[in-house]
């Protein structure tokens, strides 16, 4: 390791000194993200910001495929339909933030600044939905939503975040089931495909699900420090916001029926699976797929004759295929400097060139996640960058589908319970009871993240009281 | 008109029997908007939302090509925050929704609802900006924005709406009014080439400038109805916000100095500007780089043998070309039905496909702007069809220029000038005074829209005081 890079990566915390450290030093020197004036909110810098971006693309256009239509709905929300659905009032009323007075003026109902959108958007339902012909209703909104949190960390909690929530309304229970779990399975497909983060999927207990819904289902993603992360939910809601709000519909047989709902959901806290899956000692890695810049180029002797120029020649061939590349030709740095900086900033590539390499008409990449070198001809470079490129996605796939499973145990006695939290999932048995639920997360710190749809029978007792197990759950502690 | 015709069209009023109704009729019934339960707060729906899509998809290309990136800052303004420039908390205050409590706490400091992100921006760039290097800052925000209005109307003015601001901090005065400019120029551009609305651009009088800056340029645009709409604002900052904020650089000459800002923006104001530029007594009329369907395919006699597959075989030839395209194969309503729907829904190309044009291997296309009959071959469709959805493009931008055109006049004295507001935009001369301003408003209820770069010399004393006059103004009526 050179001195230069010392100096530099020295300012990051170690992953196994304290990963939660390393967190808020990746994030803030990736210059992904700052701390705002507002206690609780964070500014998305323009580098975060584009991973955004890059996942809503790719998950807008999954939604579309499958169906659905983007709309926007009012942000705030009066008092009186947030107070509608018991259990939803209940979940969500302690942590909005309110809206008081517009103007000078005291308002005659206050509003809140929408947690979450179920119930503007089931006002409107009602008035939308008649008649079977207007079933199934498939919308999405991308939006920011405010929940008033105590402890907040960037991307993971915090008092605004950006988000999609999906809502749809259709004529059957069953409908609405399989919507729920065609979502569930968009999310699954896409965290794998496309962030590289291998999530388990299974269903919320009773004490986890969304205040008002039926069920809950839940993509799980495992973190590098053994904590779990909620990455996206669907949840069935059944008729239960269909009767408050009075949603029916003429059917064919000339009844009047209440629709069936589900909604679905996933934020920018996917921003900080990313990083907590894939970043290491040196910073940041992204998966290809969501990184801002796929390909870096550091021209190596830059003052050298001809050098800049094959930069932008390489530059022009690359974007023209496609790749979203930058040129970095700053004067100021040492191509070692601007190595640390984009490894810090997780660029899947860098590319190098230099007058050795121009000699022999070649360039070298270096790939972020294994640090590989390559020696790749000019010509023919744009296929030889996009092999690459795959081959960064699906080595990040593989290696956090290892951690995971590394880190995943079963365990059958609380001891082995508790060392196994520790690392990561632990699947164990379960009776079914809110108390061995909260016994379990009193003892040791771990909750249940979802039952998933293939369990495996782990032991015939429940790992807490003993008696006859009912299901078999993923406990972990999570973010 | 056949009788469906006259049924499903006179749910209409009439443009000139009330052009406000008919804008509300065309907005309801073409399914763009709905009112919500919260006053003053409009729910997109899908149709208009898409319309949005597309704008914002056309402005970020353009944002980007002129090296912008975008962020995300915070929704909620601390107070002092918002009060810390004079003229912009004058402006703003009043019309700000206002936080109170979090959860069940009430708050130390009251927070606004940002009405738009200058304070909470600067106070962000005052940490960022640290040297010549970190400058130009430009960054870009698509976010909503809430101004409690006492009265609404969905699109022109609602107490909440999407829209984006740049922000941009620069080292010198003449980069920052450069780029007020470049972004005037951007937002003219996409008027004419991208929604075919033929803006007059021009700077705004201090009366009307934005709260806050040192001179404020507009993009106006005519409506059908003779009133101004302003569609677009860029403005100079100067260092007001700089120095308030303490954004300062260090120079190469080794000097502290407070950089120079610029901000601007566009909303979805500008849908409402859509309707009423292009709109007919039909209903919508949308430029195709901005509707959500280009083509419509409406099969005819669609239970005869082989039409539906036809058509189907069409619509992959169009959606293949990248055309957006959508077959109507609804079995509940005639073909008739659908057209009035189609064109109320102001899809700019209808394509009709029956077993008599099969026979002759061709479809029939009508174009929306004109209701203008073409026979089309099949072979070679793709390309005939592009060319109608160009040349509709092209006819809007020709009919808008020519209806502003029409309702643009000059005046050198009152009466005409009355005469002129009550068609469209006035040229008039005025000697600069808040005075004549006011007592011109007063008097005709017409507002200064903007001072075009070129001004003609209409006469060189002030229409209203006969005082020497100091410039040559767009005057109008205005929303």
């Not at 339902?125 to 498939?138: F, G, M, N, V």
């Not at 990455?231 to 009844?255: E, M, P």
């Not at 520790?422 to 639920?437: D, L, P, Q, T, Y």
């Amino acid at each position: 390791m050179s001195k230069k890079k010392q100096e530099y990566v020295a300012h990051i915390t170690s992953q196994e000194e304290d990963f939660s450290q390393w967190y808020t030093d990746v994030i803030l020197k990736a210059d992904l993200v700052d701390y705002s004036p507002v206690k609780g909110f964070m500014v998305i810098k323009p580098y975060g910001y584009a991973i955004w971006e890059n996942i809503q693309r790719e998950l807008d256009d999954r939604f579309k495929a499958t169906g659905h239509k983007n709309a926007y709905f009012p942000l705030l929300i009066p008092e009186s339909l947030l107070a509608k659905e018991e259990e939803h009032v209940e979940g969500f009323a302690p942590e909005v933030a309110w809206v008081t007075h517009g103007g000078d003026e005291k308002l005659a109902e206050r509003l809140v600044v929408r947690p979450t959108s179920e119930t503007i958007i089931c006002s409107m339902y009602s008035k939308w939905i008649q008649s079977y012909r207007d079933l199934p209703l498939l919308y999405n909104q991308w939006c920011n939503v405010v929940r008033w949190e105590k402890s907040t960390r960037p991307f993971l909690r915090t008092s605004e975040f950006l988000w999609q929530e999906g809502h749809t309304a259709h004529a059957t229970q069953e409908e609405a089931q399989e919507e729920t779990l065609r979502m569930l399975e968009v999310y699954r497909e896409f965290a794998y495909n496309v962030l590289a983060m291998p999530v388990v999927t299974g269903q919320k207990t009773e004490k986890e699900k969304f205040a008002g819904a039926l069920s809950t289902y839940t993509i799980e993603a495992l973190m590098q420090d053994g904590k779990a992360l909620q990455a996206g939910t669907s949840h069935n809601l059944a008729q239960h916001f269909a009767k408050v709000f009075d949603i029916q519909y003429l059917d064919r047989d000339g009844q009047l029926k209440y629709v069936w709902q589900t909604s679905w959901g996933v934020s920018t806290r996917l921003i900080g699976g990313i990083i907590m899956v894939h970043g290491d000692e040196r910073g940041l890695v992204l998966p290809p797929k969501v990184a801002p810049i796929q390909v870096v180029i550091v021209p190596i002797a830059m003052h050298k004759e001809g050098v800049l120029d094959k930069a932008k020649e390489i530059y022009n061939i690359l974007a023209d295929a496609g790749i979203r590349v930058e040129l970095d030709d700053r004067d100021t740095q040492s191509p070692g400097w601007k190595f640390n900086e984009w490894e810090l900033k997780g660029v899947p590539v860098r590319l190098e060139i230099g007058p050795r390499d121009m000699e022999k008409n070649q360039v070298v990449l270096v790939r972020r996640d294994n640090m590989e070198k390559t020696f790749a001809a000019i010509s023919g470079l744009e296929e030889t960058t996009l092999g690459i490129i795959e081959e960064v996605q699906k080595g990040l796939l593989d290696k956090a589908i290892k951690m995971r499973d590394e880190r995943t145990t079963s365990a059958k006695d609380m001891a082995t319970f508790k060392e196994g939290v520790n690392r990561g999932f632990v699947k164990a048995m379960w009776c079914g009871s809110r108390e061995c639920e909260d016994a379990i997360k009193d003892e040791t710190g771990a909750t249940t993240r979802c039952i998933p749809f293939d369990e495996e029978q782990i032991d015939d007792k429940c790992i807490c009281c003993g008696e006859k197990a009912k299901h078999m759950v993923y406990f972990a502690k999570a973010y």
